[in-house]
C-alpha cells in the first residue's frame, strides 16, 4: 500500500500481546471484505491526520560487504497533511539545519505544494493515483492463514502474506506483490493496518535494463493508535541490496522514525508521544 507504503525491527515499540482469552467460535471476516474495509479505514484515516504535525527522522545507509555502515544521510523534517495529502518541509540534512538560500528554496516548494492541495480538486487527483497504486499492490496478494491475537487488549486479524501465482504482473507494484512473502496485522474493530512485515523471494525489476531488486528485500512497518482513534504510521524500516547499472550492487538500509506529534483543534492542542 502506497501511502501505507510510505520496515526488520520493532524500534524499541513496544506492542505486546495480553494473555486474554481469543472468540474461538467467532468466524474470521472474510479476507477480501477485511481488506476492502482497510482500504476505506486508510482513506479515512488521512483525513482525520489532518489535525497532526509531526517531525520525522529519515535514515539512508549504504552497506558493505559485512553490513557496516558505508555512507549515511539524514533527513529531518516536519509531516502535515491538506486534504488528506501528506505534505513534507524539510528542516535539516545530515544534522545542519537549513538557513538561508536553501531554507527559503524549501519554504517556497512547501507553500507551492500547500497552495496546489488547498485545491480539492488537485487533492482528489493525487488520492486517485495513490489508490491505483494501492490496488496494483492488493490484487496481486493471496491473504491465509488468518488468526486472531489480542494486542493492547484489541482484536486483530493476522494473515500470511503471498503472491498470487495465477496472477501475471505487468506494473512495477504489482512485480512487487508477487514476490512478497509476509505478514500483515489489522485491527479487526477499525480494520486498519497495524503491522506489516515482509520480504522478497525474487529479484524483481525496478527499472528497464537499469535496476533490479535482488531477493531478500525486507520491509517492516509499524502503526499506532492514538487517544483520539487516529491511527499513524510510527516506524517504517527497510533493507536489502539492488542492482543498478549493469555493474553496481548497492547494499543499503533505510529508516523513517516518526518523533514527536502535536495535535491541533479549535480547542485544545495536545502532544503525540512518539514511537518509545
Not at 37 to 50: P, V, Y
Not at 190 to 212: C, H, S, Y
Amino acid at each position: 500500500m502506497s501511502r501505507l507504503i510510505r520496515a526488520v525491527v520493532p524500534l524499541g515499540l513496544s506492542i505486546s500481546a495480553f494473555a486474554i482469552p481469543l472468540p474461538a467460535d467467532k468466524p474470521l471476516p472474510d479476507p477480501a471484505q477485511l481488506r476492502a474495509r482497510s482500504r476505506a479505514s486508510l482513506l479515512q484515516g488521512e483525513k482525520d491526520l489532518e489535525k497532526y504535525s509531526c517531525t520525522v527522522l529519515q535514515k539512508t545507509q549504504e552497506l558493505n560487504d559485512d553490513k557496516s555502515v558505508k555512507k549515511e544521510k539524514s533527513v529531518l523534517k516536519e509531516r502535515f497533511y491538506v486534504n488528506g495529502i501528506q505534505l513534507e518541509h524539510v528542516l535539516a540534512r545530515d544534522g545542519v539545519t537549513l538557513t538561508g538560500r536553501d531554507a527559503k528554496k524549501e519554504q517556497q516548494h512547501v507553500d507551492n505544494d500547500v497552495r496546489r492541495f488547498s485545491d480539492p480538486k488537485q487533492a482528489a487527483g493525487e488520492i486517485s493515483r495513490g489508490e491505483n497504486q494501492e490496488d496494483l499492490f492488493l490484487r496481486a496478494l493471496r491473504f491465509s492463514n488468518g488468526h486472531r491475537e489480542i494486542r493492547n487488549g484489541r482484536s486483530v486479524i493476522v494473515y500470511d502474506l503471498t503472491g498470487d501465482p495465477s496472477f501475471h504482473p505487468k506494473k512495477i507494484e504489482e512485480k512487487l506483490a508477487v514476490a512478497v512473502n509476509g505478514r500483515i496485522w489489522i485491527d479487526e474493530e477499525t480494520g486498519q493496518p497495524l503491522e506489516l512485515r515482509f520480504q522478497t523471494d525474487k529479484d524483481v525489476k525496478v527499472a528497464i535494463g537499469l535496476a533490479n531488486l535482488h531477493k531478500g528485500f525486507q520491509l517492516h512497518v509499524l502503526r499506532q493508535r492514538q487517544p483520539d482513534g487516529v491511527w499513524m504510521t510510527k516506524s517504517v524500516e527497510g533493507s536489502g541490496e539492488a542492482r543498478a547499472f549493469l555493474f553496481y550492487h548497492p547494499r543499503f538500509r533505510f529508516l523513517e522514525d516518526v518523533g514527536s506529534c502535536h495535535l491541533f483543534s479549535v480547542d485544545t492542542q495536545q502532544k503525540v508521544e512518539g514511537p518509545k
